[in-house]
């Protein structure tokens, strides 16, 4: 049960990061899509300017390192459809963790 825990988290770490890191280059890179104001453009720098860092900001999101709301800022300025993604993956991301904690309490047999 917990290396599937284990794989779940890479590889969604993974595969949103990639998600994340693609969507904000694409979107500095186009000469076509308006500037990020420069709140937005620092957090882009922060939190999205490679996929190691991008994989961080996401684990520090979930582990609450880090503020949801300042990680999703620069998305929201993209585009709102970057932050449904980022909103599903921290939720399914903590259900995942309830499920698995209730689980251990189950086989342990813990008492609230």
Known sequence: ?????????????????????QA????????DNPALPEREMIATQRYFSS???TMLSLFMSIAGGAS????????????????????FFVS????????LADSVRNI???KE
């Open 1 to 21: 049960m917990n290396d599937m825990f284990a794989l779940w988290i890479k590889k969604s770490l993974q595969v949103f990061a990639v998600l994340f890191v």
């Open 24 to 31: 904000v280059q694409d979107h500095i890179l186009d000469p």
């Open 51 to 53: 996929l190691p860092d």
């Open 68 to 87: 949801w709301e300042d990680v999703q800022a620069p998305l929201k300025a993209i585009s709102t459809v970057y932050v449904f993604f980022f909103l």
């Open 92 to 99: 399914f991301t903590y259900f995942a963790v309830s499920r």
């Open 108 to 110: 342990f047999g813990f």
